[in-house]
């Protein structure tokens, strides 16, 4: 940008602390266009002073010095397409943070002034993203969490293409004929809300049903996407805006609980099996026909146990309660006994649970059932009582196991058998070697045959999985997004879920694609740089096919022609700039965000003389996490080193190593990366950002070691939001640890 306007606040104990004249002077050697200060920036009449330079033409670029890019956001919003801002954190990195009135603090305001002047001067203004927006829905599952999103989606205005596989809407709960309370006071069963949903359906017109159909490929990105759809008719096509996934769950394999008597035992069913018998109004034995005395409930059959199902189901103790509530209406004479680990009714569902006690005959224990034996006249449930800590036993005529549920997702297995074989491809290992990963990719395809959405994108036709199988968010905070922007999951599919949870997801997964298909049609990014319209320009030119952008993207933004060059999809991107941290040619860049744009803030700091012993460190701190941490660590009086100069990014994955390579180059003594916890247990916004930095830093300090420069002086490390003492107590430590190494050999150079 040509001119760039410097905005000084000098509320909140800035023009007191700082020598504002000083600053003025540094923006008028960066040759910044104009320079105001305002004692309240964000109130009407400073928000009024940064609209009249701009309208007046007298800047293109706004500097807000002031507080946080976290603070008064709904202030300091422009138009991106008009003028580029960046917010200086003069308030909380400088003023808050070090003693007003001291040279290191007056030099590190100073420093920063120097950097954000340099950085804006490298931007650009962002190009409005103008593209035809489907607003149609496509739903995959007809379940109730399908159909809940289907009235949904319609409801709000847009065209929805439901699609199911089998011939019949409902799933699973077609065959169920009641369901456990939603309604005050909570003690008495409700008819099954399923054929009021169903009705709803056939009567909107607005919502298009195929039964007996399946996704065949499904190409393009949101707002455009371009579906194939394999009906009993032949091939139609169809094209949608946002997809949701609810294709649902299955019931654990029960034939792997053999040691529980299932398959020895025609009298050991599933709680599924068992559901078959009350909808039908029947409770007998399958091996005689006769009405069972004793039913013993076993819960937790193949769940929570590390050998099978790891996980809770969620919604086998609120069936188990409900079963043995019909048992004890409609089948008085039958006595139901529940020997259960851990009994999960949460809420409301406290009141059903009492009621079941109360109105029927069964009996509740606490233990872990070891075995069932089923050679004698009665089936022994052998169990180790937990209350007593004790072994029991109970006979039982008929054994109903509480099995878990396993989400109707693609082979996980196969899809990295397959993903692996291809990266064995793509390295050109031995001819051999190459033909029988080949092998595996022709035979196998993806999953088996297991493909659900059969997506068109260069990491797989499916969502990607958790550990468990479920194509789950990994976002603490934002639990209906996934990792392929717009496309989302809902019911059982999700998480393991009852029924009325899977209601409310449904509409919480048709309320974010209907989100997804308004900011495609304004061409701003989803979660979580939402609003964001910035696109990536690859300068193609210089790509070397390495890959490196379209295998570390965690949305999948990026196929490859057959050579390997990636080809970008803006409407999938997350603007996060993973892919400009991974390309060794630096051909990425974003307007505002490029190797550029933050390398010039680098060479902008003032490295002062060795023999000043006043060392100079960089922090490149995660937007998401480390920054905010600090953020709180002044707000709450921390002080740091006078030392640190931070740089936010969007993630410690969007960190090129040439920016490194250019901090040592300039004499700066250390560096060091901050981010979130990386892991399948916590919030990375984007995913791997966190590995993604150690990984390229491991080699960074190898090359430094050959260089005879100390490894210590780059670091990575890892900060949650709320440990707004560890990230102090982190930069401390590093300031120390470059004191103890030295200065950088280099400065001067």
């Known amino acids: 940008m040509e001119k760039v306007g410097v905005f000084l606040c000098t509320g909140c104990g800035i023009g007191s602390a700082l020598d504002c004249s000083k600053l003025q002077e540094v923006a008028s050697e960066a040759e910044a266009a104009h320079f105001a200060t305002h004692d309240c920036l964000c109130g009407k009449e400073g928000r009024a002073l940064i609209d009249r330079a701009i309208a007046e033409g007298t800047v293109d670029a706004v500097l807000l010095a002031a507080c946080s890019q976290r603070e008064k956001a709904e202030v300091f919003q422009f138009d991106r397409t008009r003028v580029a801002a960046e917010r200086l954190a003069l308030r909380e990195q400088v003023v808050w943070s070090h003693p007003a009135g001291e040279e290191d603090t007056q030099m590190l305001a100073e420093d920063l002034m120097r950097m954000w002047l340099a950085r804006l001067q490298r931007e650009s203004l962002a190009s409005p993203l103008e593209e035809q927006i489907e607003p149609a829905v496509l739903v995959v599952g007809g379940g109730l969490a399908g159909l809940t999103a289907a009235l949904a ?68 990105q949101p707002g455009q996407f371009e579906i194939t759809l394999a009906t009993a008719g032949g091939q139609q096509q169809r094209r949608a805006g946002a997809i949701i996934q609810a294709t649902g769950a299955h019931p654990y394999d029960a034939s792997r609980l053999e040691h529980l008597g299932y398959g020895r035992s025609p009298d050991v069913v599933t709680a599924p099996q068992l559901e078959q018998m009350l909808a039908a109004g029947k409770l007998a034995r399958p091996s005689d026909g006769r009405r069972p005395d004793n039913i013993v409930f076993v819960q937790c059959a193949g769940s929570r146990d590390p050998e099978h199902l790891p996980y809770c189901s969620s919604e086998c103790c609120l069936t188990t309660l409900k079963q043995v509530a019909q048992v004890g209406r409609d089948f008085p004479d039958s006595r139901c006994l529940v020997v259960y680990r851990d009994l999960r009714a949460p809420g409301q569902f406290e009141h059903f649970y009492r009621a079941v006690q109360e109105k029927s005959r069964a009996a509740f224990t606490r233990g872990l059932v070891e075995r069932v034996d089923t050679g004698g006249q009665h089936l022994q449930v052998f169990y180790q009582d937990q209350l007593l800590n004790e072994p029991g036993m109970l006979e039982a005529d008929l054994v109903v196991l509480a099995t878990g549920m396993v989400p109707n997702s693609a082979d996980g297995e196969a899809i990295r058998e397959v993903i692996d074989a291809q990266a064995r491809i793509d390295k050109n290992e031995s001819e051999k070697q190459v033909q029988d990963a080949q092998k595996i990719v022709d035979e196998l395809g993806h999953h088996r045959g297991t493909e659900i959405l059969n997506l068109e994108y260069r990491q797989g036709p499916d969502l990607p999985v958790l550990r468990y199988g479920f194509p789950d968010s990994h976002y603490i905070c ?78 999948g933004t990026l196929n490859e022609d057959e050579k390997g060059t990636p080809q970008y999809n803006p409407l999938r991107c997350r603007r996060c700039g993973i892919c400009l941290g991974a390309c060794p040619e630096r051909i990425i860049s974003f307007p505002e965000y490029s190797v550029d744009s933050v390398a010039s803030m680098i060479k902008a700091i003032e490295v002062p003389d060795e023999d000043e012993e006043k060392p100079r460190v960089i922090a490149f701190l995660c937007e998401n996490d480390a920054l905010p941490a600090l953020d709180e660590a002044a707000a709450r009086g921390l002080k740091w080193n006078p030392w640190v100069r931070v740089i936010p990014v969007r993630c410690l994955g969007a960190v090129n190593t040439v920016w490194i390579a ?88």
């Not at 304004?522 to 300068?539: K, T």
């Not at 399948?680 to 150690?694: P, T």
């Not at 002086?713 to 003492?725: G, I, N, P, Q």
């Not at 990230?727 to 401390?732: A, F, Q």
């Open 153 to 220: 989606a319609s409801g709000l205005g847009h065209p929805v293409i439901l699609v199911e596989r089998e011939e019949r809407l409902g799933g699973h709960l077609a065959d169920v004929k009641e369901v456990h309370p939603e309604h005050p006071p909570y003690d008495e069963l409700q008819p099954n809300p399923l054929p009021e949903k169903l009705a709803a359906v056939e009567a909107d017109d607005n919502i298009e049903v195929l039964t007996g159909c399946r996704v065949e490929k499904i190409g393009g």
């Open 478 to 555: 934002f639990p209906y997004e996934t990792r392929r922007t717009g496309i989302y999951v809902a019911g059982a599919l999700h998480a393991p879920m009852d029924y009325s949870q899977a209601l409310e997801d449904g509409w919480g997964a048709a309320l974010k694609a209907v989100q997804s298909i308004s900011l495609a049609g304004e061409g701003q990014a989803v979660h979580p740089r939402a609003g964001d319209i910035s696109i990536a320009d690859f300068f193609l030119q210089r790509c070397t096919q390495c890959k490196r952008c379209t295998e570390e993207c965690p949305f």
């Open 662 to 749: 250019d901090a040592l180059s300039r004499g700066i003594d250390g560096v060091m990366l901050i981010g979130c916890p990386s892991g399948d247990d916590y919030q990375c916004h984007y995913i791997r950002g966190s590995e993604l930095a150690k990984t390229r830093m491991s080699n960074v300090q190898e090359t430094l070691e050959r260089l005879t420069l100390e490894s210590e002086r780059v670091l990575v490390e890892e900060c949650s939001r709320h440990e707004w003492r560890k990230v102090v107590e982190l930069i401390e430590k590093f300031a120390e640890t470059i004191d103890e190494v030295g200065a950088n050999p280099y400065k001067g150079f």
